[in-house]
C-alpha cells in the first residue's frame, strides 16, 4: 500500500486508515501509524495493541518524561485507552501489561511516496527480560503472515448479565 511522505514530520505520527486490517473490540478500523525518524527511515506501526486489541492513538501532549523519570525525554506516547498501557514514538511498551511493543509493518520510502508491506507483519520487541514466542528481540524479528489474536481477545466485549431469578414472596 503506497501512502505520500508529504506532511510526514521527524517524530510526528500520522494515521492512515486501512480498513482491510480489521477493527478493535470496540468496532473502530485499524490502521497504521507512519513514523519518521530522524535518519529518514519510516516505520509503519499497526494501531492495535497485542494485548487488549484495541486500538491505541499518538497523544502528542503526553508527558512521558513524568512517567519515566526521565525529564529530558520529549513529549509524545502512544497510548492505549482500554487498559491505559504507554508506548514510546519507537513502539516500546513503558507501561502497562502488553507482552511487547507495537507491531509493525515493512515500510521503504521510494521518492515522495511510503511503501508499506501489508502482507507481513514484525512483532514487537519483547519487553525487557522476557523473551516470549510471541515477539521480537534486538537479534530476532519475528515475521508473520496473519496478525495474531490479542492477548485477551475478549477484551471490550460485554458478556451479558445473567437473568436475575424472581423473588418470590
Known sequence: MRFPIDGLGTLLPRYEAVPSLGSSPYGNAYGIWLVRYENGTVVAFLDRDSHTGCAVAWNADYDLGQLVGNATVPKGAFKEPCGGWVYLV????????????????????????????????????????????????????????????????????????????????
Do not use: Y
Not at 107 to 130: P, Y
Not at 140 to 158: Q, Y
Open 90 to 169: 519507537t513502539g516500546q511498551v513503558v507501561f502497562g501489561a502488553a507482552p511487547r511493543g507495537l507491531d509493525s509493518f515493512p515500510a521503504e520510502v521510494e521518492g515522495d511516496t511510503v511503501v508499506v508491506d501489508l502482507t507481513q507483519l514484525q512483532l514487537g520487541l519483547c519487553r525487557q527480560r522476557e523473551s516470549l514466542p510471541e515477539c521480537s528481540t534486538p537479534v530476532n524479528t519475528k515475521l508473520v503472515r496473519d496478525i495474531p489474536p490479542p492477548m485477551i481477545p475478549n477484551w471490550g466485549h460485554r458478556t451479558p448479565a445473567a437473568p436475575v431469578p424472581a423473588v418470590t414472596p
